[in-house]
């Protein structure tokens, strides 16, 4: 079967979805691998780097799409790299359904079967397949190493012959994978860390990275697979109001607090924005699904009355060639966890792709109201389905 690699067209995105040591693995599994010209170059990958992995480099993608049984995307695919692709292609990656309804429908209509891997189940034989860990790790990290840089004052505490400078005060909403790591990397600059997150479960994590986990006398808001569960507007006034202080006090905030599927939750409003001091830093990890921050402009820094806000998209791409290497990785092992003896083939009982199969030929698995079926795609003899091999 022959896997594509494409160069990604979205605006901004550094990461490509294989990279040479996972092209070898392939290789070794059995499987034919095309990579696009130049599809490694933003992560630093050279097209010579996977010729000698085994990898073919194509020029089009349309010549990279033809007779394609597997695709490896990051970002969703476009309605133009749909059209390119034969009727029954598997394409796995980021799918970002919960926002692409008429993408959805498209790839139904050309007869795809697609895996959205930001829908895999968090049990412990997916923990290798994790896009969403294996990323917001990345993220955790690179936003406390932004504030940093962004910030008027040192973090760890200097004393000098002109006087004792005081460490820094970092606050991280949402202890999470992100969170996690970033009080981890900001307890390694020196900082002084509160953490707070709507599951108590996580506060001897938290405090086993040396941060203080902030008990705040609200209910639990645990839901299933670990994620936290959407909450009232109410629990959300009074988390607010008991959050305030923490957040005035701080020299970086950090929020990383996300739904899976819906809008992110609104934990700092315009008021506690305005009640930090003037050379704080916000950075919101949650920008791209409506942020945690109601100040936050999604994609942009913006000064709001002397506080720093970043609303940097996906920031793990700006680590292009870790994240490409972890998230490759990730794809790789969800294909080999069905490929047997060259032969992929999925398994539409396994909890892995029922969870994650979002269209499966004329199907759009993923909807609120059910499966819908779509009209199947009108194939001629040239266009026919190739057999998995």
Do not use: W
Not at 118 to 133: G, H, K
Not at 329 to 335: E, G, K, M, T
Request: proline letters at 4%; glycine letters at 8%; a negative charge.
């Amino acid at each position: 079967m022959k896997v594509a690699i494409p160069a990604e067209v979205t605006e901004g995105e550094t990461r490509v979805a294989a990279v040479p040591d996972t092209v070898v693995k392939l290789k070794n599994a059995g499987f034919d691998v095309a990579v696009q010209k130049g599809a490694g170059s933003s992560a630093h990958f050279s097209d010579d780097s996977y010729r000698e992995a085994g990898a073919e480099i194509v020029d089009s993608s349309a010549e990279l799409y033809r007779g394609a049984g597997l695709v490896f995307k990051v970002q969703p695919a476009t309605s133009d790299e749909v059209d390119q692709m034969d009727p029954g292609t598997v394409v796995v990656g980021y799918v970002h359904a919960y926002k692409n309804d008429e993408l959805l429908k498209k790839y139904a209509v050309r007869g795809l079967t697609v895996l959205a891997l930001e829908l895999l189940p968090r049990v412990s034989r997916a923990q290798s397949m994790d896009v969403l860990s294996s990323q917001a790790s990345l993220s955790g990290y690179k936003a406390v190493i932004l504030a940093a840089s962004k910030l008027d004052r040192i973090i760890p505490m200097q004393m000098t012959a002109a006087g004792t400078l005081p460490p820094g005060r970092v606050l991280i909403l949402g202890a999470g994978v992100a969170g996690l790591q970033a009080i981890a990397t900001a307890r390694r600059l020196g900082a002084i860390i509160e953490a707070y997150d709507v599951r108590p479960a996580v506060k001897e994590e938290v405090e086993s990275l040396g941060a203080k986990f902030l008990d705040i006398p609200l209910e639990s808001a645990e839901g299933q697979g670990g994620y936290a569960k959407e909450q009232g507007e109410e629990f959300l006034r009074r988390q607010r109001e008991l959050l305030t202080d923490r957040i005035a006090a701080s020299d970086i905030l950090i929020t990383t607090a996300a739904i899976p599927g819906r809008r992110a939750p609104l934990l700092v409003t315009t008021e506690m924005v305005e009640g930090m001091r003037p050379g704080a830093v916000i950075v919101d990890l949650a920008a791209d699904t409506g942020g945690n921050c109601e100040v936050t402009v999604a994609g942009e820094e913006i000064d709001y009355r002397g506080v720093t806000v970043i609303g940097i998209r996906d920031i793990a791409t700006t680590l292009g060639l870790h994240a490409s290497q972890t998230y490759s990785r990730n794809l790789l092992n969800l294909v080999l966890t069905f490929t047997k003896d060259g032969a992929f083939a999925l398994d539409f009982g396994d909890e892995l792709v029922k969870a994650t199969c979002v269209v499966k030929g004329s199907e759009v698995l993923y909807s609120p109201q059910g499966v819908q079926q779509v009209a199947p795609p009108k194939i001629d003899s040239s266009d026919a389905p190739k057999e998995n091999s």
